[in-house]
């Protein structure tokens, strides 16, 4: 199995970026698929995006689309999220996670492995 280590979590003004790191040991990065999830006070938790695990696809939620970038370095065992131009809705716990199996899905039950999570504030 893979652990997996978040961090780069924070508090930022709208507008403002954030880079999230997603450490990942055990087994061999490249084995796994991963996603980001978050979870906001009171909601459930929800997908953010997920990447293949050459890299080669990525696929975003709609509400974060043309704001964040999903990569990973499997060399380095690490996945990112880079965030840009973020609103006080993004304001959430961020989680990745990785799996086995087909690239693409975007439910947290075909995801077997989570971090802890980090936590991303906006606000000003």
């Known amino acids: 199995q893979v652990q997996l280590v978040e961090s780069g979590g924070g508090l930022v003004q709208p507008g403002g970026s954030l880079r999230l790191s997603c450490v990942a040991s055990g087994r061999p990065f490249s084995n796994y698929k991963m996603a980001w999830f978050r979870q906001a006070p009171g909601k459930e938790r929800e997908f953010v995006a997920t990447?293949?695990?050459?890299?080669?696809?990525?696929n975003y939620a709609d509400s974060v689309k043309g704001r964040f970038t999903i990569s990973r370095d499997n060399a380095k065992n690490t996945g990112y999220l880079q965030m840009n131009s973020l609103k006080p809705e993004d304001t959430a716990v961020y989680y990745c996670?990785?799996?086995?199996?087909?690239?693409?899905?975007?439910?947290?039950?075909?995801?077997?492995?989570w971090g802890q999570g980090t936590q991303v504030t906006i606000s000003s």
């Open positions: 996670a990785a799996a086995v199996g087909v690239w693409g899905s975007i439910r947290s039950s075909d995801y077997d492995y």
């Open positions: 990447i293949s695990r050459s890299g080669g696809s990525t």
